[in-house]
């Protein structure tokens, strides 16, 4: 025994000393092609933005694709941003979306080349683009008839309207929300004299709560909706123009005091703290309405059954400087996002509305019951008179230190630079 | 062997290898995120719009560049899309100049990737082959040409990767290529000098697809060689041990080994020795205690103190001793008490007929006298003790012990008038269903003596026989005082234990014995460990229940 015990310990003595011989570590791709993209976790409400597509897609198509997600908390508007960045610097994911929603930025991606065209594919799989509206193609389609936003099925999920609180409306008397810009304004009126702030508005960003419910009202009469289907406006000093100046000089007179110089995400929290009695925004808000709310959070289309939407912002593209097999793995995710969509619409308007929110159903009747569309003036409009011209002119307008006309102008000196940057 | 030692010494280079590349790799990322915020920066970014700078502004952009958080930079030179150069103050450098270098062309078709090259420098006037870095600068906004951003970068630049690893370069040769095979940089030992067919190989692996580590101590001619390759540049680093330093290093590592060698044998024996003992002493007095057992003398215990698996083997072995012990006990005792019990048996049966006789004439004394009530319980106790006395064996069937416990009940009605009235209900053919003799009254004179101890009338006392689940099931029920739990529970933890247990429990000469002992033995004796003896507090009494395993069959030893 003792023998035996030395020979082991000699042997495991010599074996420890050997060591292996190391391996080689030059990396090996892997059969599971990657999809870098970055999504959103907002910074209000802690939501992870799209999570579940996500997770349908990579359980879908496990060991094929791999959406490799980037979480990022941040704003929609701090992404916008730094998309610009990671263009600059090369460093974009392989799928990016809100391009259209800043129309310089998108003008340039495809005036260089940066995103893939995608109606080859699209040609290419009928069952895709027959998936799709032919309302939200023809918005996904560019100038030049090439497609770079792969787009969502439908526009049932793009549309903006109000926001509002029953109960404040209550305590004011107002029993239902108003169905005409009169009745608008005279509901307004009614909530100040009841010691309620009527509206959750912003300045910064682009403007866009006070600016949804301005161009939803200036579509009212016949000039000022053609006025809003103009890509690229070469002119505001017009009646349409004036109109918008004066009406967000008059929204500012029914908001909050810390309005001037903030982002949405303060109007955001006006609103659900109860300081505010109304918010414009969009569909995908009802996902991000507290818990703790219940049913007194209502939403109704602007006066005269007016809805805010363009579906082509919803369109994400593909960036073309990635490899060819990752570009089409981007656009396999992209057909995924469209059919997923086109389920979500099913299962929305076929679903039992028994015991869903009150906010749903209403989204759901204004939807329907909608008169009018307006495009979003986010795809519409000069950057410069969104990014910068909008920040600066919203506040003096806000505070009177400036009147409509010129507001007018400070938009139309927008026109002009942008147009010396063409 | 060899390859073993030639690793262990070659590992140190190799770790030094990779060691640079990575040093390689956070210095790419630094130009690349220095370069990001030259791209970033507002006036830059001002310099590409449409609307041509001011000079002031334009002279505020050139200093900007001299300001950069980048070390070792020798010249830099930025060209916005209106072909203005932005350059440090004392150089005034033509566009033409910038063109006629050919620096644009190094960038390629990338968008706006971070490209490092060797290049003759032709813009700064030195003609001389340096590190450049640049990258193409687009507007955030706007479809505009691209600027160009270059810094010239100066030796110290690369050199600085190294100079940690100082000692090392004294022995390997250590060097720094671009993606062409072009050597950049390099510290080589005194003497030293690439072969042009190691500069050949080299070149190979600088061209080679890939990143990282490329190769590890590899052997190639003159050395060993290690490479690896940074990815985004493309420039790599490699090291090569000439192949004398090898020799010199492998005869210490030699030595070094031999004497380890030696060590650990010695300590391998030592240690064989030492366990030898500790694992071989305890087996002996194990085997010793186990051999010299005469099943007569328990006492001689094992006491191992190992701390190892030997010493519950030892417990293990003093448990099976104690174990046997009580066994070889018990036994001893039932033995004493069957002789006991036989003998009281045969006593038993010599007087029953002087005792029947006696009761008859006590009876017809009575019946003359006409003491009726005399004359019930004689007869009660003449039937009791017929079945107590007169039958010799220890099985009867159920009729006969329903009998006996009926008229012990008669007798009881008579001393304790209107305590209590009793019901028998038998399930089971009395005639044909054997059981225990005597097992009922212990339990039915407990019912009188502890359960209506309280009470003067109206108690009731419930006998029920029936078969459940292949067993024979007796339950005796008073609605007296409920047991104790603690009575109860103490009773009925007697199942399944030893005899001599129960017997220390309830001692034959204790007053609160409940006759558990004496029923209990009895039945266990018989029925062996099947049997169950349980009592049960009811809300308004007690019951207690004897299930006998089988359902009272009449065996041959029955008889």
């Known amino acids: 025994m003792t023998f035996f015990l030395l020979m082991m310990l000699c042997g495991m003595a010599v074996s420890g000393c050997a060591g292996t011989e190391s391996e080689n570590t030059v990396k090996e791709e892997s059969s599971v092609i990657s ?49 610009r960045r990671m263009n600059v610097t090369d460093s974009l994911p392989a799928v990016i979306y809100d391009v259209c929603t800043i129309p310089s930025f998108y003008m340039m991606m495809v005036e260089e080349g940066r995103l893939e065209d995608l109606s080859p594919y699209l040609e290419e799989d009928l069952s895709w683009k027959t998936k799709i509206e032919p309302f939200v193609l023809q918005g996904s ?45 005279e509901c307004c009126d009614t909530l100040k ?65 810390d309005a001037l110089h903030a982002d949405y995400d303060v109007a955001y929290s006006n609103f659900f703290s109860d300081k505010a009695a109304m918010i414009p925004n969009g569909y995908w808000q009802i996902d991000q309405i507290p818990e703790n709310r219940g049913d007194e959070i209502r939403f109704s289309s602007f006066p005269e059954h007016t809805l805010v939407a363009s579906p082509e912002t919803f369109g994400w593209a593909v960036v073309s400087s990635y490899p060819d097999e990752v570009k089409a793995a981007a656009v396999e995710f992209l057909k995924f996002r469209t059919e997923y969509n086109k389920k979500e619409k099913e299962t929305l308007f076929n679903q039992d509305l028994t015991d869903k929110p009150q906010v749903l159903k209403d989204y759901l009747k204004a939807f329907s019951r909608a008169d009018q569309i307006v495009p979003n003036y986010q795809v519409k409009w000069n950057s410069i008179l969104q990014e910068e011209t909008l920040g600066v002119a919203l506040p003096l307008l806000a505070e009177q230190k ?21 | 062997m060899r390859n073993i030692m030639m690793g262990i010494v070659t590992d140190k280079y190799n770790f030094m290898t990779e060691k640079t590349g990575i040093s390689l790799d956070t210095l790419y990322q630094k130009t690349e995120k220095v370069t990001e ?79 490092w090259f060797v290049m003759k420098d032709y813009l700064f006037g030195t003609g001389e082959e340096a ?20 810094f010239k970068m100066n030796p110290e630049f690369l050199q600085s990767l ?64 290690s490479v ?65 057992f005469n099943g007569e003398d328990f006492s001689k215990l094992v006491h191992l103190n190992t701390k190892t698996e030997l010493d519950q083997i030892g417990n293990a072995y003093n448990e099976m001793l104690s174990n046997i012990k009580e066994l070889l006990d018990e036994i001893r005792t039932q033995q004493k008490e069957l002789r006991t019990s036989e003998l009281n048996m045969l006593i038993s049966q010599i007087n029953p007929h002087f005792l029947y006789n006696t009761l008859d004439t006590i009876y017809m004394l009575a019946r003359i006298n006409k003491e009726e009530t005399t004359m019930n319980m004689i007869q009660a106790l003449s039937k009791y003790l017929r079945l107590s006395l007169s039958k010799g064996s220890e099985i009867v069937t159920v009729e006969d012990e329903l009998e006996n416990v009926k008229s012990y009940l008669q007798i009881q009605q008579i001393r304790n008038e209107n305590l209590f009235t009793y019901t028998i209900d038998c399930e089971v053919d009395p005639k044909e269903t054997w059981v225990l003799k005597l097992i009922l009254q212990p339990l039915v004179e407990n019912s009188i003596k502890y359960g209506f101890c309280e009470i003067y009338e109206g108690g009731q006392i419930r006998i029920h026989v029936y078969k459940q689940d292949g067993r024979l099931i007796l339950t005796v029920y008073n609605s007296g005082i409920p047991i104790a739990e603690e009575m109860a529970e103490k009773i009925n933890a007697l199942n399944g234990r030893l005899l001599s247990e129960a017997r220390k429990l309830f001692p034959k000469n204790a007053k609160n014995g409940y006759g558990v002992s004496n029923v209990l033995t009895r039945l266990r004796l018989k029925y062996g460990e099947g049997v169950l003896f349980t009592y049960r507090a009811e809300q308004d009494g007690t019951t207690c229940t004897i299930e006998i395993p089988g359902e009272g069959e009449q065996h041959e030893e029955n008889l």
């Not at chain 1, 999809?35 to 897609?57: H, M, R, S, Y």
């Not at chain 1, 004036?242 to 909050?256: A, D, H």
């Not at chain 2, 920066?41 to 700078?53: C, E, G, R, Y």
């Not at chain 2, 590190?131 to 270059?150: C, I, M, Q, T």
Request: glycine share 6%; hydrophobic share 40%.
């Open chain 2, 131 to 150: 590190l450049f870095v640049g990258r193409k600068v687009h507007s955030l906004n706007y479809a505009h040409e691209p600027g160009y951003l270059f």
């Open chain 2, 162 to 225: 190294l100079l940690e690893e100082d000692n090392l370069t004294q022995e390997a040769a250590i060097g720094i290529m671009d993606p062409q095979g072009r050597i950049c940089a390099y510290w080589y030992p005194e003497g030293f000098t690439l072969s042009t067919e190691q500069e050949a190989v080299l070149a190979d692996y600088a061209q080679t697809q890939g990143y990282g580590s490329l190769v590890e101590n590899e052997k190639i001619s003159g050395g060993i060689l």
């Open chain 1, 35 to 83: 999809i870098p993209i970055i999504f959103t976790v907002d910074p209000t409400t802690g939501k992870k933005n799209n999570q579940e597509l996500a997770d349908a897609f990579n359980k879908a198509y496990a060991g094929k694709y791999y959406l490799d997600v980037e979480w990022v908390l941040e704003t929609e508007e701090e992404y916008r941003q730094n998309l």
């Open chain 2, 228 to 292: 690896y390759k940074q990815e985004e540049c493309g420039f790599s680093v490699f090291t090569l041990v000439p192949e004398r330093v090898l020799g010199k290093e492998i005869t210490k590592v030699f030595w070094v080994l031999l004497v380890i060698y030696l060590l650990v044998i010695a300590i391998a024996v030592v240690l064989s020795i030492y366990f030898s003992n500790k694992f071989t002493k305890p087996i002996k007095e194990l085997n010793r205690a186990m051999t010299e």
């Open chain 1, 141 to 185: 389609t560019y100038a030049d008839g090439e497609v770079y936003l792969g787009p969502i099925s439908t526009s049932a999920f793009t549309c903006a309207g109000m926001f509002w609180n029953e109960d404040l409306f209550a305590q004011a008397g107002i029993d239902r929300f108003p169905e005409t810009w009169e009745e608008f304004w």
């Open chain 1, 193 to 257: 004299e009841h010691g309620i702030t009527p509206l959750a508005l912003h300045t910064e960003g682009t403007g866009w709560a006070p600016m949804l419910i301005a161009t939803a009202a200036l579509a009212e009469s016949k000039e000022g909706a053609e006025f809003m289907r103009q890509m690229l406006p070469e002119s505001y000093d017009n009646e349409s123009g004036l109109y918008l100046g004066e009406v967000l000089q008059k929204l500012f007179s029914y908001t909050t005091d």
């Open chain 1, 402 to 422: 400036i009147t409509p006309e010129k507001f007018v102008q400070m938009v139309q000196e927008s026109v002009l630079e942008f147009k010396a940057e063409q």
């Open chain 2, 37 to 115: 915020e030259c791209i970033l920066n507002d006036q830059v970014q001002q310099s590409l719009k449409a609307k041509p700078m001011e000079e002031v502004d334009r002279n505020s952009l050139s200093k900007y560049f001299a300001y950069i958080d980048l070390d070792h930079v020798s010249e830099y030179c930025y060209v916005d899309n209106k072909k203005n150069l932005y350059t440090r103050s004392y150089s005034k450098i033509p566009y033409q100049y910038f063109e006629d270098s050919l620096l644009v062309q190094q960038l390629g078709t990338s968008y706006a990737d971070t490209r």
